[in-house]
């Protein structure tokens, strides 16, 4: 068979018939209206991944009962006044060539405590560790009641035109928690043993399958593992699949994790692509109904091996159809090189909704902003942009996303950048451990901008004197930041001194005992990579804590691998002098010469790099000029990216 042509073999889900075998799985994208009916933001979103070929597409949570909600914006099913606005959001992903399944939840005691208020409850009176308030232990009529909300909504579901519904299994939330012998402390006949504590899960399965009829695809969110102490076990957890893949449902969707160990129900970077579709394929041992399996999967090449070898019969994606909406297209196409990668960074998905702000993609600017972008900068059918001549100073991501988003866009566009390859600082963000999948994107870009036919200019350095002598329509001055080191003493004259750009970049030997002033993300990050190398490294920092600025999944495990490597950390230390012997340091008002360092590795931070900005026009250039990336102020790559394509997009 041909290279992706297991991923594009159709697949049955009970008597739904799926284009491939790519699934855009859920993740909570807050864009619906607090009454739990869809907005057009939400619609066009969905509409995105209908029109990008996804075999089957599976919404967030959908609420079954308005006091059941994590998310303020989260849509709802709970009311058949629903029934009519969902169906015109489906009729809308249908036209755009979709199929469409609601996923049904209830978060337990998970729940966001301002709508549960009281109706906080759980199968035992045990307080999430990740959450502040304590449920109380659900009755029996509460429990009667969960299960005909979730009947209805599935009744509701079928009858607004969804293709399927799914019931949320997994992640903490109550099904799971009654799965869960650290969640459920239950004497009665929905606790103990695992038919006790399967229970629940299995009246919710027949009462939907008695609301939707015999034919009605229903998949179901499943944790292969939670992660967390105590949880069920490999052999516990294939009886429960047995059970509830026998008990009426259509898919078995395998995850992992709970809130408390969230980092593999989102994980970093550093976690291995599919890390956990081998433990998710010793579930298909025991079910007679396909399985989906999920996690960091962003290759299909990858996805590919998975359904050729029988591991999973489905591969569900979210992150990577944040990133790029298109995937199964452009797989289909024969273009997977196009496919804009997922890095696994966490920052526009996650990292925004736990800023309290829709989803969105660090990579992908459009991603939560389909409809602004479609008002502000999309051109009609009809509509051509007048031509401009248009220079990029700059080879950085900020630079390339200017560049190509003005030559997609019709424009004449050169690119000058002044070393001897592109990519700038975000090739020294691909080096340390955990961290090579970010040389995807940078790849990525260089191959989008000669096919958008951008003329690249290397070892150019641009000045203000080159740009005005070569007058283009429009300069965007894209030179990015450089590092930045406070006023300590010898710190400029030590000999031991090296700055982690250049560790980083391979200019400086580091080995045997190593400083490194400064705990942000690059510090620790080049601490990472020189543990590993076999230096002994301690981290320096002012601060409380290290990696403040990192999303804290990505943190959590460049903690944990400092702790492996070894790494010493002083928190609360600020460095006073630096000298041929060592560091003076303060902490706690009190203080000391750290000493027998080999080398001392400066990671201050940085500072923006915009001086041509203000030299362009001093120089006679009477064109437009636009400031983009770190030059317009040091920021990371999700407000890099944006800025850069709406400059681009403004022209």
Same mark, same amino acid.
């Given at each position: 068979m041909g290279n992706f042509d297991y991923l594009l073999t159709e697949g049955r889900i009970g008597g739904l018939t799926l284009k491939n075998r790519l699934i855009a799985t859920a993740a909570v994208t807050d864009m619906a209206g607090e009454d739990g009916l869809p907005t057009e933001q939400f619609i066009r979103f969905?509409?995105?991944?209908?029109?990008?070929? $996804?075999?089957?597409?599976?919404?967030?949570?959908?609420?079954?009962?308005?006091?059941?909600?994590?998310?303020?914006?989260?849509?709802?099913? $709970?009311?058949?006044?629903?029934?009519?606005?969902?169906?015109?959001?489906?009729?809308?992903?249908?036209?755009?060539?979709?199929?469409?399944?609601?996923?049904? *939840?209830?978060?337990? +005691?998970?729940?966001?405590?301002?709508?549960?208020?009281?109706?906080?409850?759980?199968?035992?009176?045990?307080?999430?560790?990740?959450?502040?308030?304590?449920?109380?232990?659900?009755?029996?009529?509460?429990?009667?009641?969960?299960?005909?909300? *979730?009947?209805?909504?599935?009744?509701?579901?079928?009858?607004?035109?969804?293709?399927a519904v799914e019931i949320h299994g997994a992640?903490?939330?109550?099904?799971?928690?009654?799965?869960?012998?650290?969640?459920?402390?239950?004497?009665?006949?929905?606790?103990?043993?695992?038919?006790?504590?399967?229970?629940?899960?299995?009246?919710?399965?027949?009462?939907? +399958?008695? %609301?939707?009829?015999?034919?009605?695809?229903?998949?179901?969110? *499943?944790?292969?593992?939670?992660?967390?102490?105590?949880?069920?076990?490999?052999?516990?957890?294939?009886?429960?699949?047995?059970?509830?893949?026998?008990?009426?449902?259509?898919?078995?969707?395998?995850?992992q994790g709970v809130p408390e160990s969230r980092d593999v129900i989102t994980p970093p970077s550093g976690i291995e692509p599919g890390f956990y579709a081998l433990s998710a394929s010793a579930l298909k041992e025991v079910v007679d109904v396909p399985i989906a399996v999920v996690g960091r999967i962003s290759d299909p090449a990858i996805a590919e091996e998975l359904v050729a070898s029988d591991t999973t019969d489905f591969v569900g994606m979210g992150r990577s159809s944040l990133a790029d909406p298109q995937f199964p297209l452009k797989v289909a196409q024969g273009r997977p090189e196009d496919i804009i990668p997922c890095i696994a960074c966490l +920052?526009?998905? %996650?990292?925004?909704?736990?800023?309290?702000?829709?989803?969105?993609?660090?990579?992908?600017?459009?991603?939560?902003?389909?409809?602004?972008?479609?008002?502000? *900068?999309?051109?009609?059918?009809?509509? +051509?942009?007048?031509?401009?001549?248009?220079?990029?100073?700059?080879?950085?991501i900020a630079g390339m996303e200017a560049a190509l988003v003005a030559a997609s866009r019709g424009h004449d566009v050169d690119l000058f950048e002044?070393?001897?390859?592109?990519?700038?600082? $975000?090739?020294? %963000?691909?080096?340390?451990?955990?961290?090579?999948?970010?040389?995807?994107?940078?790849? $990525?870009?260089?191959?989008?901008?000669?096919?958008?036919?951008?003329?690249?200019?290397?070892?150019?350095?641009?000045?203000?004197?080159?740009?005005? !002598? !070569?007058?283009?329509?429009?300069?965007?001055?894209?030179?990015?930041?450089?590092?930045?080191?406070?006023?300590?003493?010898?710190?400029a004259e030590s000999p031991l001194v090296v700055g982690a750009w250049d560790v980083l970049a391979g200019k400086a030997t580091v080995r045997g005992k190593v400083a490194v002033l400064g705990g942000g993300q690059v510090g620790v990050e080049t601490a990472e990579l020189l543990a590993e190398q076999g230096a002994r490294v301690t981290i320096i920092e002012a601060a409380s804590e290290i990696a403040s600025d990192a999303e804290p999944i990505p943190r959590s495990w460049s903690l944990a691998h400092l702790d492996e490597l070894g790494v010493s950390v002083r928190t609360g230390t600020k460095v006073v002098e630096v000298s041929d012997t060592g560091v003076l340091a303060e902490h706690c008002g009190v203080t000391s010469k750290l000493t027998g360092f080999d080398t001392v590795v400066t990671a201050f931070g940085s500072r923006s790099e915009s001086a041509l900005a203000t030299e362009i026009p001093e120089a006679g250039f009477c064109g437009r000029v636009l400031v983009v990336g770190d030059a317009l102020g040091v920021a990371d790559a999700f407000e890099d990216i944006r800025n850069a394509y709406e400059a681009a997009c403004s022209i």
């Open positions: 969905h509409e995105e991944k209908a029109r990008g070929g $996804w075999g089957l597409v599976i919404t967030e949570n959908y609420a079954i009962v308005p006091e059941g909600k994590t998310h303020v914006r989260l849509p709802g099913l $709970w009311s058949d006044s629903q029934i009519a606005p969902h169906a015109e959001f489906v009729r809308r992903i249908h036209a755009a060539g979709g199929t469409i399944g609601a996923q049904l *939840f209830h978060p337990g +005691r998970v729940a966001n405590p301002a709508f549960a208020g009281e109706n906080l409850m759980a199968p035992s009176a045990l307080r999430d560790p990740t959450a502040q308030n304590t449920p109380r232990e659900m009755s029996h009529d509460d429990i009667r009641f969960v299960v005909g909300a *979730f009947a209805s909504a599935a009744r509701r579901a079928k009858e607004a035109g969804f293709d992640h903490g939330y109550l099904i799971n928690e009654f799965l869960s012998p650290v969640c459920n402390k239950r004497c009665d006949e929905y606790g103990g043993s695992l038919p006790g504590r399967a229970r629940f899960a299995l009246e919710v399965i027949g009462a939907i +399958r008695d %609301a939707v009829g015999p034919d009605y695809p229903i998949s179901f969110r *499943f944790s292969a593992c939670d992660h967390v102490p105590g949880s069920n076990g490999a052999y516990e957890t294939r009886a429960l699949a047995r059970m509830i893949g026998s008990a009426g449902i259509d898919l078995l969707n395998i995850s +920052r526009g998905c %996650a990292g925004e909704s736990r800023r309290g702000h829709s989803v969105h993609c660090a990579l992908n600017p459009r991603t939560g902003r389909e409809v602004e972008y479609s008002e502000r *900068f999309d051109l009609g059918a009809d509509e +051509r942009p007048e031509v401009k001549s248009v220079m990029v100073v700059g080879g950085g002044a070393s001897d390859r592109l990519g700038g600082q $975000w090739r020294l %963000a691909a080096i340390p451990p955990g961290k090579q999948v970010l040389a995807t994107f940078a790849a $990525w870009q260089v191959r989008q901008i000669e096919k958008a036919g951008v003329r690249v200019h290397l070892n150019e350095k641009m000045t203000a004197a080159r740009v005005a !002598a !070569a007058a283009p329509d429009v300069v965007i001055v894209a030179t990015g930041s450089v590092p930045s080191a406070p006023p300590i003493p010898g710190l």
